[in-house]
């Protein structure tokens, strides 16, 4: 009974660490109200995603190249590398390409807002899901380590997806962000099959980088908000509006 309830509490955590995120960057959002189904949608489009991929992995992956006790190094980092690209390919092009043209996608701070709900919609199943096959120490320790993972890779890209759209910045950055996302899942999650101390060291490097990265990448738009007039601090607020913008698609 202790360890089902430890269970649940690890369960309960990932939910929590991804609600407070959202409440953070919701709050600390000084231009427009979000609107609430747009939110709801960048939240379903990583649900949706995360049984795909896992589906397109299983045609496509032979399990036990994700092992690099069972196969040579080589092929488990190739593995991983199309782990990565089939993941943050899914999480984002289909959601990109759904936002883009959206009229409330229209101030820095949504590139980082709608992304990051997309990878949290994406890594929360995913946690829980882990947890309940390896048990609630293996959900510690993912707790430690990738509560946020998803949502901080996918977040790189539409922080310059909105660059592109509001600055018309050059679509390689775009790219070149996705390229980048998808290196750092795949070395990420080979560092972390292997039992080097080394390698698992660079695992936690790599997710507390790219984690409090996220952040920056947050107040950083917010900054540029304000500059280009996009944003106002007289129009923050710590309620989350249930309306929709005005002229929202």
Known sequence: MII???????????????????????????????????????IL??????????IIETLFINSTYLNPQQSSYKQAFLAFM????????????????YIYKQKFFNEHTDGII????????????????????????AGVGRLMLTPIFHAATVA???????????????????VIALIGAILIHGVYDFSLSTDN??????????????SSLLFINFLSAKKIDQLEG????????????LQTKPNAN
């Open 197 to 210: 101390p080394i390698m698992i060291s660079i695992a936690v490097a790599i997710t507390m980088s790219i």
């Open 230 to 241: 996009l944003a106002r601090p007289d129009k923050n607020s710590p309620k989350i509006a």
């Open 45 to 54: 489009f990583g649900l949706v995603t995360f049984p795909a991929a896992g």
């Open 114 to 137: 709608y992304f990051a709900l997309a990878g949290l919609g994406f890594g929360i199943p995913e946690n829980i899901i882990y947890t309940f096959q390896y048990g609630a120490r």
């Open 156 to 174: 790189i890209v539409g922080y310059y997806l909105i660059q592109v759209k509001l600055n018309k910045r050059s679509w390689w950055s775009v």
């Open 82 to 97: 199309l782990v990565g690209f089939i993941e943050e390919s899914l999480k984002i092009i289909p959601l990109a390409a």
């Open 4 to 42: 089902i309830m430890y269970l649940y509490v690890v369960l309960f955590a990932f939910i929590l660490i991804g609600i407070l995120m959202v409440l953070f960057f919701l709050v600390n959002d000084r231009g427009e109200k979000e609107p609430i189904n747009a939110l709801i949608i960048a």
